[in-house]
């Protein structure tokens, strides 16, 4: 095996230098790759003392500093708008690095459906009509059993039992209404035969048809036994018995599964996740100086790793009259510091402009203005 050029001063820029070669055809990571690698030399002692890194490693050492910036300035871009971005369609957004995102009222929207549903106003869960045959005299009715002869597997829950009395109108019959001249006929040809809606040649006020109706309705509840339920493990007890055959109790239910299985989109052309999130590596020539300058030092830290390795293969070299000690341990120890505190500053950096703090920060701006204003005097106006 051929022994790999040492880095000399010199460095040449060729495509494919970089492990990945994400940023190998950007005119700005070119150039600076070339410069980077003469600071990061520079740093390490060069050229007071050889430094044993060839050039491509000083591209690869920059090209996973850019990668390590997007991934940190990529998961707090995504950590502020997951919840916009979960669900949206992933081909229609195959790269959201330049894409403004706003803020969306959706998943609240979506979240507060399921309470929509629960009340049979909305929701993702279908309502399902039950119909229980009255047999006459029979109070209780099992639901379980009515279930199992409808072939429904699993659960369901009962959302709304319809056992009313007739409405009050049906049983208001005007004695008056009858004039001699057929008006019952008239009413039965008109499909109120059963009924009495107060025709008559003189026109009674709608309050005293209402407050009629009303009256019934309190007839009915106190002197006759009031229509309800009661539902108690699967069973249904009906108030006041059934007195007829042929009715049908009518109930609204839903199966407790499909609360479940409504409650998974598999469509994998979604969003579903923070790991399929469409976003790439960033464009490097469109990060600013302030972003540049951090991963030229991580770049820094990450090629004080390398040679640090390199030189740990000999502890000790020879020289006349005796030997000397390379410098590993300080390498790694320094590369291990400076990593970590610039991740520690970039995450701040990152925090600090984040949406909430960036909304915190303009909430006490708006404070201090009106302290401030507060403190002007008031002019005087003279008439």
């Given at each position: 095996?051929?022994?790999?050029?040492?880095?000399?001063?010199?460095?040449?820029?060729?495509?494919?230098?970089?492990?990945?070669?994400?940023?190998?055809?950007?005119?700005?990571?070119?150039?600076?790759?070339?410069?980077?690698?003469?600071?990061?030399?520079?740093?390490?002692?060069?050229?007071?003392?050889?430094?044993?890194?060839?050039?491509?490693?000083?591209?690869?050492?920059?090209?996973?500093?850019?990668?390590?910036?997007?991934?940190?300035?990529?998961?707090?871009?995504?950590?502020?708008?997951?919840?916009?971005?979960?669900?949206?369609?992933?081909?229609?957004?195959?790269?959201?690095?330049?894409?403004?995102?706003?803020?969306?009222?959706?998943?609240?929207?979506?979240?507060?459906?399921?309470?929509?549903?629960?009340?049979?106003?909305?929701?993702?869960v279908d309502y399902?009509?039950?119909?229980?045959?009255?047999?006459?005299?029979?109070?209780?009715?099992?639901?379980?059993?009515?279930?199992?002869?409808?072939?429904?597997?699993?659960?369901?829950?009962?959302?709304?039992?319809?056992?009313?009395?007739?409405?009050?109108?049906?049983?208001?019959?005007?004695?008056?209404?009858?004039?001699?001249?057929?008006?019952?006929?008239?009413?039965?040809?008109?499909?109120?035969?059963?009924?009495?809606?107060?025709?008559?040649?003189?026109?009674?006020?709608?309050?005293?048809?209402?407050?009629?109706?009303?009256?019934?309705?309190?007839?009915?509840?106190?002197?006759?036994?009031?229509?309800?339920?009661?539902?108690?493990?699967?069973?249904?007890?009906?108030?006041?018995?059934?007195?007829?055959?042929?009715?049908?109790?009518?109930?609204?239910?839903?199966?407790?599964?499909?609360?479940?299985?409504?409650?998974?989109?598999?469509?994998?052309?979604?969003?579903?996740?923070?790991?399929?999130?469409?976003?790439?590596?960033?464009?490097?020539?469109?990060?600013?100086?302030?972003?540049?300058?951090?991963?030229?030092?991580?770049?820094?830290?990450?090629?004080?790793?390398?040679?640090?390795?390199?030189?740990?293969?000999?502890?000790?070299?020879?020289?006349?009259?005796?030997?000397?000690?390379?410098?590993?341990?300080?390498?790694?120890?320094?590369?291990?510091?400076?990593?970590?505190?610039?991740?520690?500053?970039?995450?701040?950096?990152?925090?600090?402009?984040?949406?909430?703090?960036?909304?915190?920060?303009r909430s006490k701006e708006?404070?201090?203005?009106?302290?401030?204003?507060?403190?002007?005097?008031?002019?005087?106006?003279?008439?």
């Amino acid at each position: 095996m051929a022994n790999p050029k040492i880095y000399d001063g010199n460095p040449i820029w060729n495509s494919g230098s970089t492990t990945f070669g994400y940023y190998d055809n950007d005119t700005d990571f070119k150039i600076d790759a070339i410069r980077v690698t003469k600071f990061c030399a520079s740093r390490l002692g060069y050229p007071i003392v050889d430094v044993e890194l060839p050039s491509g490693s000083f591209f690869t050492a920059f090209e996973e500093a850019i990668n390590t910036y997007g991934n940190e300035l990529y998961s707090y871009i995504i950590r502020d708008n997951q919840l916009t971005l979960e669900g949206t369609d992933v081909f229609n957004h195959s790269n959201l690095n330049d894409t403004v995102i706003t803020p969306s009222f959706e998943p609240i929207i979506r979240l507060t459906e399921q309470y929509g549903e629960q009340a049979g106003v909305g929701g993702n869960v279908d309502y399902n009509i039950g119909l229980i045959a009255l047999t006459q005299s029979v109070q209780d009715y099992d639901l379980s059993k009515w279930a199992k002869d409808q072939g429904i597997s699993g659960s369901i829950e009962i959302k709304r039992v319809f056992h009313e009395a007739p409405s009050a109108i049906s049983r208001y019959y005007d004695p008056y209404v009858g004039t001699g001249f057929g008006s019952q006929g008239l009413m039965d040809s008109m499909g109120f035969g059963s009924m009495s809606p107060a025709i008559n040649y003189m026109m009674m006020p709608t309050s005293y048809v209402t407050q009629t109706l009303q009256a019934i309705e309190m007839s009915k509840q106190v002197r006759r036994s009031n229509y309800s339920f009661e539902l108690k493990n699967n069973k249904v007890k009906l108030f006041p018995i059934p007195l007829k055959k042929g009715e049908f109790l009518k109930f609204e239910y839903i199966k407790t599964q499909d609360r479940r299985n409504n409650s998974f989109n598999t469509n994998s052309d979604q969003v579903t996740n923070v790991s399929n999130t469409p976003y790439n590596n960033p464009v490097y020539s469109k990060i600013n100086s302030v972003g540049r300058h951090w991963i030229f030092e991580y770049t820094l830290a990450i090629s004080k790793e390398m040679l640090g390795l390199v030189r740990g293969k000999y502890k000790s070299i020879p020289i006349p009259d005796g030997e000397t000690s390379l410098n590993q341990q300080d390498l790694l120890s320094q590369h291990s510091s400076e990593k970590e505190a610039l991740i520690t500053r970039l995450r701040k950096y990152f925090d600090d402009t984040s949406r909430q703090s960036l909304l915190e920060r303009r909430s006490k701006e708006s404070e201090f203005k009106n302290s401030e204003l507060q403190n002007v005097p008031y002019t005087i106006y003279v008439g």
